[in-house]
């Protein structure tokens, strides 16, 4: 079945300690991308990739790190998370961009940060 | 910062009839615009989309009305249904970016 698959699930955490969230998809595309989703602010991008090797940062990416060393794999970490961390993650993908193709997401992340 | 306004917050709709959302954006650069479904507990599902050079967009009972002149867009979902209740984000991309509205919770009466 395509897919994208996030673990894990759940996650509370206390401030400060480093946590990675990860995010696998096995449909070969090109695009992954995390998203944030608040209350009120609908999604925010944090980061994305083009390619293996290729990231750049989208609205919120300040306190996330991300890399892309294989194609399907595309985690995010949290090198010091604090309390204003605490949201529901998204990652997703699309063959080769979200303007030309359906972008697919995984079932989410919530993380608390205590 | 770029941004996408999307009303209402919340809309209740009864059996049979006509669910209205509407957004604006600001950057006339972006040149893809979706709509997402999220049902509790799952990740947003690819709707609906339409592109800035077509003005109507229909599938089944789902539309988009856009209008390039006053930078707006909206979804209509006709004979609205029980499970058609969900969360409703519009969405516009340019390139690799995506900017999403705040979202609208949609619950249809039976």
């Known amino acids: 079945e395509a897919q994208v698959t996030q673990n894990p699930r759940y996650l509370i955490t206390v401030t400060g300690k480093k946590l990675t969230v990860t995010c696998s998809q096995n449909?070969?595309?090109?695009?992954m991308s995390w998203y944030r989703q608040d209350p009120g602010l609908g999604l925010r991008q944090i980061y994305y990739s083009m390619n293996v090797e290729v990231t750049d940062k989208g609205d919120v990416p300040e306190g996330y790190k991300v890399s892309r060393k294989e194609k399907r794999n595309f985690p995010l970490i949290l090198e010091s998370p604090s309390p204003n961390q605490t949201s529901l993650y998204f990652c997703?993908?699309?063959?080769?961009?979200?303007?030309?193709?359906?972008?697919?997401f995984g079932p989410g992340t919530r993380l608390t940060v205590l | 910062q770029q941004q996408v306004k999307q009303s209402p917050q919340s809309l209740i709709v009864q059996k049979g009839g006509i669910s209205i959302i509407n957004c604006a954006y600001e950057n006339t650069a972006f040149d893809y615009f979706p709509w997402y479904q999220q049902f509790p507990g799952k990740g947003p599902a690819l709707l609906i989309a339409i592109r800035p050079d077509v003005s109507e967009k229909k599938e089944g009972r789902f539309t988009i009305s856009f209008n390039k002149s006053a930078k707006q867009f909206s979804l209509h979902i006709m004979d609205s249904q029980p499970g058609d209740s969900a969360t409703y984000f519009c969405?516009?991309?340019?390139?690799?970016?995506?900017?999403f509205g705040a979202g609208t919770r949609l619950f249809v009466k039976a």
């Open positions: 997703a993908s699309s063959l080769t961009s979200p303007s030309t193709d359906t972008q697919y």
């Open positions: 969405a516009a991309t340019r390139g690799f970016k995506t900017i």
């Open positions: 449909m070969n595309h090109e695009y």
